[in-house]
């Protein structure tokens, strides 16, 4: 692809110190090339593969210790500093020889489709080649993420094939449907040989044709998990919308860190993690999203007996709140994070039902604020609870699976039946150790009766206002301050 983007006098300036400091490294007979892809972040890739005599040296534990030194020398001269010239989600391919400039190169959607072909052709995971392979990729944004929803099948010599949900060159996918300015959905088939593309819409300009399948064909276990999967989603969402109105509006989350766990259905291409408002005839509820989907794995449910944890979480609040003051609520990175418990747990279902009701215990910095995809820092513990009445030794707690008048705590779903369970912060008279800290189980449990039973008297179940504050003061740490808010009445 003719770009211009090197054109300016720095990067001409760039490229020929590149070019003067790579050519005492080259070595004749030698066809140097490097690919990397500019991110958001900075770039990936990188590493330099050459050609020899007709044969690829690139790095691997077989090479001699001349060829692997000389990559990482030659490596060293860095070539991303020129990538930061290209738009973002560029993929530019650098070629080099033994008395040369540096050639800069854009990947063009061909090419894109050539190095699928060639990944495909030379793919030495499985014994079996590859005589056909399909993918077809729908596109959505979620939040600050471009979500790729990928199904892809391959099909061997020996009569058998195989489907799975995600391709490992999904940056490549996200590269292209940004260079082509968008798409709604992508498909390329590999067959005899050949590869070809179509889109939808149809870009001629990029050799993309009108797609004109809706569906591939998938192996019979696959397809058994995404309808299961489907069909999960359809059910919770039905249950949401009997409660309420559905805002229709998505809360992604930041999932998936170092020290996060994935949800159950998990994908490196599109984003599960996600929270929903509910607003029914006299409260708002801010409710996860996902943590029942199926599982698109076999490894984590051999025989698809459940619908993700069994669980879903959430908090019920007085009155009808707003779906930006909900965003940006303490709550919601407090939902997060006893998601996260849960999910760290293991069976939290198989805990709740024992227990009935769960004391849980937070230090202000267990919570994550930035846990919003649309990277902005929910309202931190200050504006939601009031420190005095709820914090004891820097902690506070909450009791998980109080009754709502309105949810309820069992809802059957495809797969199984699964819980409801609710968040409400308990106070921090209650955090002694003569009470729920308490190393003897039937003070604990004396304990959680004492507050459910206070909680059912007062008649206010699992509701929670939108603040304990006098007022709902608006403090995260990007504000520098505090902003006071009108108070909802409740």
């Known amino acids: 692809m003719k770009n211009n983007y090197l054109n300016s006098e720095e990067a001409r300036e760039i490229m020929k110190e ?32 050459f050609y020899e005599n007709g044969i690829l040296y690139g790095y691997s534990s077989d090479n001699p210790d001349e060829i692997s030194k000389h990559l990482d020398e030659v490596e060293e001269i860095r070539l991303s500093s020129l990538v930061s010239f290209f738009p973002v989600y560029s993929k530019v391919k650098f070629t080099f020889k033994k008395g040369e400039p540096v050639v800069a190169e854009q990947y063009t959607v061909a090419m894109y489709l050539e190095g699928f072909k060639n990944k495909i052709e030379n793919n030495s995971s499985r014994s079996e080649k590859t005589i056909k392979k399909e993918l077809l990729v729908r596109f959505k944004q979620e939040a600050d993420e471009l979500g790729m929803f990928i199904d892809s099948t391959e099909y061997y010599d020996d009569a058998t094939m195989r489907s799975f949900d995600f391709m490992r060159n999904s940056d490549d996918l996200k590269s292209i449907y940004h260079l082509v300015g968008g798409l709604e ?14 889109s939808v819409p149809a870009l001629e300009e990029y050799g993309l044709s009108l797609l004109t399948i809706e569906n591939i064909e998938v ?10 999967f489907e069909e999960g989603v359809k059910l919770r969402h039905d249950f949401f919308r009997s409660l309420g109105t559905l805002d229709d509006r998505v809360i ?45 794995s076999p490894r984590f449910d051999q025989n698809l007996e459940y619908n993700g944890i069994g669980a879903e979480f959430y908090m019920e609040f007085y009155g009808a709140i707003p779906f930006g003051v909900m965003h940006e609520h303490f709550a919601m990175a407090l939902i997060n994070t006893t998601s996260q418990i849960a999910l760290g747990h293991g069976d939290i279902k198989k805990l709740m039902l024992s227990q009935q009701y769960v004391s849980v215990e937070f230090t202000e ?25 709820f914090l004891k030794d820097d902690s506070f707690g909450v009791i998980l699976g109080m009754e709502s008048k309105l949810v309820p705590q069992k809802v059957p779903f495809n797969l199984e039946e699964i ?41 206010e179940m699992n509701l929670v206002p939108l603040t304990y504050q006098k007022e709902y003061i608006q403090t995260s740490p990007e504000s520098g301050g505090t902003q006071l808010a009108c108070l909802f009445p409740f």
């Open 219 to 228: 192996e019979q276990e696959y397809k058994k998990r995404q309808e299961a």
């Open 419 to 459: 819980l409801m369970i609710s968040i409400k912060p308990v106070e921090g008279k209650w955090l002694k150790r003569t009470k729920l800290r308490s190393k003897d189980n039937d003070m604990v449990k004396a304990a959680k009766e004492e507050i459910i039973e206070s909680w059912q008297t007062s008649g």
């Open 365 to 389: 910095e267990d919570v994550e604020l930035w846990v919003n995809r649309e990277n902005k820092a929910n309202h931190n513990l200050n504006s939601f609870l009031t420190p005095e009445k």
């Open 18 to 49: 590149i070019s003067e400091k790579l050519q005492p490294l080259l070595m004749e007979g030698r066809e140097y090339y490097s690919e990397i892809t500019k991110t958001d972040f900075g770039s990936t890739g990188g590493s330099v593969s």
């Open 252 to 296: 992604y989350l930041r999932v998936g860190g170092f020290r996060d766990h994935s949800w159950p259905e998990g994908s490196t291409s599109h984003n599960s993690c996600k929270m929903r408002v509910i607003h029914t005839p006299e409260t708002t509820i801010l409710v996860t999203d996902g943590l029942t989907d199926i599982y698109t």
């Open 185 to 198: 959905s992508f498909y390329f088939k590999y067959e005899n040989g050949k590869i070809e593309a179509q």
